[in-house]
């Protein structure tokens, strides 16, 4: 390796030109998924259409259709990716993922209770936003209020009873809705997809995933010793309660703004920062920019497929889990530890 | 720089321990021995204001704990937990860079100065080698060496351990004891105060260290070692007849009977455990 031989006082920082290499690569791939699609364009239609010449057809598919598409695609897979590894830390565990407080399934919720009651698309994001917020609150909630030592635990219990809960709500809003119309549409959003988005949709959620990130990015080094879990932590100088709730807040924002734009799409914030990690070592510094580029590249390439493979769409849930699934098992297999 | 006094102890409501005093100087050991469920870890945690008291106040430096940040307090007392497996890969320099938090801004990263600190810390406990090895990968031995070095990196006075040799085999105990020895005891600088538990008694005539034996969540006795650690005391407090003897080298050695006919062995130290 030679790593730190020569000057020992500077940390090698092999994070640097991978992150280059992984913007560079996000790049390609998001031109190239502009290109493709049911009508085809060549490199030379995309440049212009950027550039707002040539063929107006084209240039309709590329600012109307592909770009909300690719661009909306990127935010989400960034996001989970970004939240996915937070929530590791937090919990200090790896195979933990963003909706382990019950983000999803309140997000979920407020969703079909909007589908429920026939309210326009951007009232159905907002109750599905407004659903994940909740959900998390009220075990954050719950959580202060009981008196236990083991606060991660309480916490991973109470997401799984609210998640429970809320995922009962959602099961009896399914069975009483109009079968013909709302239902589709309910199972839709549940397995998440980004067909029909448009750059009016993104606009919401991009502010508030990057309001969301900056606590993340400058806690970054104390969410490093916060792993190592609360005493520990509270040792070596961190307010563990406080910090954890700042990053449990920026994470769960950062879910919910993307779960309203693109429904429930899982898998991606549990296996991506693994890949990271693989990458460019646990350092959360390194571990962030990591995750989100690389989460940014997987959803782009899983719902460029979602869009492509078949006639009709994909749910990006789908795809997700018959790409995550086998590779949690197989982390699973290397036998990496889960809570001590 | 550490005083306790009269000092109860406990979680949720009832406290497990009362009537506690404990004060350490610089260049001072205090070794805290005592048998399983005597509150030897809820002491510790009580020390290091992890838990609040149920009465009496921990002084540090002459103030109360209760009043000082958590960055003030790990920037006078560092803790060596028990050697552990931390669920994500660092490199074992940066388990010790980890020990320079409380020097940080809340935003801050660790600069040049905080890597030479961990750098010469690892050094000076002889373990520079494993410096960008995978700490979750290290040996028992290794990891307490790299968290006594991340204690050393956070430049406490004093240093706080909990039962530092627990799990080490016999040679990295030895080592690992050596090295708080020196910490205590290093010429060159003002010593650390240490305090630290342990199952074994040789150990605190090892160090020779200041005694602190516990009992029922209570001190038993307390004082220099050749004092507190006796037949009687040793006897009663572990319930089996416990023999001290002196080598030819003139090291003390505690020898517990293993006699099966021992009618005591159904007492404290099992009913309390």
């Known amino acids: 390796m030679g790593r730190g031989t020569t000057a020992d006082v500077s940390l090698p920082r092999p994070g640097l030109t991978l992150t280059g290499a992984l913007a560079v690569a996000l790049a390609l791939l998001a031109f190239g998924a502009v290109m493709i699609g049911p009508y085809a364009l060549t490199p030379g239609q995309v440049l212009a259409a950027l550039t707002g010449q040539g063929d107006p057809q084209a240039q309709i598919v590329v600012w109307n259709i592909r770009l909300p598409r690719v661009g909306a695609a990127l935010l989400v897979g960034a996001a989970l990716a970004a939240a996915g590894a937070s929530y590791q830390a937090l919990f200090r565990n790896p195979l933990v993922s963003p909706d382990i407080l019950g983000v999803s399934a309140g997000a979920g919720l407020g969703a079909v209770a909007g589908i429920f009651l026939s309210l326009p698309v951007a009232a159905i994001q907002a109750s599905a936003f407004v659903g994940g917020m909740v959900a998390v609150g009220v075990v954050m909630l719950v959580g202060a209020l009981v008196r236990n030592t083991d606060r991660t635990l309480t916490l991973v219990l109470l997401g799984v009873v609210v998640g429970a809960l809320a995922g009962a709500a959602t099961s009896l809003l399914k069975v009483m809705a109009d079968p013909y119309d709302q239902l589709p549409a309910i199972t839709f959003w549940l397995l998440g997809s980004l067909a029909s988005i448009t750059m009016r949709d993104i606009l919401p959620a991009l502010p508030m995933v990057l309001v969301g990130l900056i606590p993340l990015a400058l806690l970054r080094w104390r969410i490093n010793v916060l792993s190592l879990g609360d005493d520990e932590a509270r040792a070596l100088g961190v307010e563990a309660g406080r910090t954890r709730f700042v990053v449990i807040a920026a994470a769960t924002l950062i879910t919910a703004s993307v779960t309203a734009l693109a429904g429930v799409v899982g898998w991606v914030g549990l296996v991506i920062p693994h890949i990271a990690r693989m990458l460019v070592g646990p350092g959360f510094a390194r571990l962030l920019p990591a995750s989100a580029l690389i989460g940014a590249c997987y959803l782009l390439i899983v719902d460029t497929l979602a869009r492509t493979i078949a006639a009709v769409e994909v749910p990006l849930g789908v795809l997700t889990a018959v790409i995550g699934a086998p590779f949690f098992v197989w982390l699973l297999a290397r036998g990496r530890r889960g809570w001590s | ?273």
């Open chain 2, 1 to 273: 720089m550490l005083e306790a006094r009269d000092l109860a102890i406990g979680y949720g409501v009832r406290p497990i321990g009362t009537g506690l005093s404990v004060a350490v100087k610089p260049g001072e050991i205090l070794c805290l021995l005592g048998p399983n469920g005597c509150g030897k870890t809820t002491l510790f945690r009580t020390l290091l204001g992890l838990l609040p008291s149920h009465g009496g106040t921990v002084l540090l430096n002459g103030r109360p704990i209760t009043a000082m940040t958590r960055a003030a307090i790990a920037r006078a007392v560092a803790y060596v937990p028990q050697a552990h497996a931390p669920p994500f890969p660092f490199e074992a320099v940066e388990v010790v860079l980890m020990g320079r938090t409380a020097r940080l801004g809340a935003f801050s990263q660790p600069g040049k100065a905080d890597r030479a600190a961990a750098h010469d810390a690892m050094r000076r406990l002889g373990i520079h080698d494993l410096a960008h090895r995978d700490y979750s990968r290290l040996s028992g031995g290794q990891r307490q060496l790299v968290l006594i070095a991340r204690a050393l990196a956070q430049e406490a006075a004093l240093i706080v351990m909990d039962e530092p040799t627990a799990s080490l085999d016999f040679g990295n105990q030895a080592q690992v004891l050596a090295q708080v020895a020196d910490l205590a005891r290093d010429a060159s600088a003002e010593g650390h105060g240490v305090i630290l538990s342990t199952h074994d008694p040789d150990q605190a005539f090892a160090l020779d260290a200041r005694v602190l034996l516990m009992c029922r969540g209570g001190v038993y006795a307390e004082g220099p070692a050749p004092e507190v650690l006796t037949d009687a005391n040793l006897s009663t407090v572990y319930g089996l007849p416990v023999t001290v003897e002196t080598t030819s080298s003139g090291r003390r050695v505690c020898l517990p009977s293993l006699s099966q006919s021992a009618p005591t062995m159904t007492s404290n130290a099992f009913t309390m455990a």
